[in-house]
C-alpha cells in the first residue's frame, strides 16, 4: 500500500455523510410549501436514511475522483492509461462509480 499523501482536490465532487445530511435539511427547507415537491424530498430522505451506511465502515482506497472517456487511453500494449489526477484523494471506492454514473446522466 503506498504511504503518500494527497492534497484536497480543488473542486469536491464527494460529501462527507455529514454534508449530504445538511444539504437534505437544505433541500427540504427549499421546498416548503410545494406539497408535491415536500413529499418526493421526504421520501428520499426516509429511503436514504433507511439504506444509510456509514462511510467509516466502507472500504476506502486513492480513487481519481474523475472517471470519464477523455481521461482514460489505452497504453500500446492494450492496458488503460489514466489522465488527469486533480480530483485524486483518499475516499471510499464506492465514490468512483458513484462519479462516473452522475457524470454518465447528468452531464451527457
Not at 9 to 28: D, F, I, K
Not at 79 to 84: E, H, I, R, T
Not at 97 to 106: E, G, H, R, S, T
Request: neutral net charge.
Amino acid at each position: 500500500m503506498l504511504n503518500l499523501q494527497l492534497p484536497l482536490p480543488m473542486v469536491a465532487t464527494y460529501a462527507t455523510p455529514s454534508t449530504l445530511r445538511r444539504w437534505l435539511a437544505m433541500a427540504e427547507s427549499e421546498v416548503e410549501g410545494d406539497r408535491e415537491a415536500t413529499q418526493i424530498v421526504n421520501h428520499l430522505v426516509r429511503r436514504l436514511e433507511r439504506h444509510w451506511v456509514a462511510s467509516s465502515a466502507l472500504p476506502a482506497q486513492i480513487v481519481h475522483g474523475d472517471i470519464k472517456l477523455s481521461n482514460v487511453g489505452l497504453q500500446p500494449a492494450g492496458s488503460p492509461l489514466f489522465l488527469d489526477f486533480g480530483f485524486a484523494a483518499c475516499r471510499t471506492r464506492v465514490h468512483e462509480l458513484a462519479y462516473a454514473l452522475a457524470f454518465m446522466v447528468i452531464a451527457q
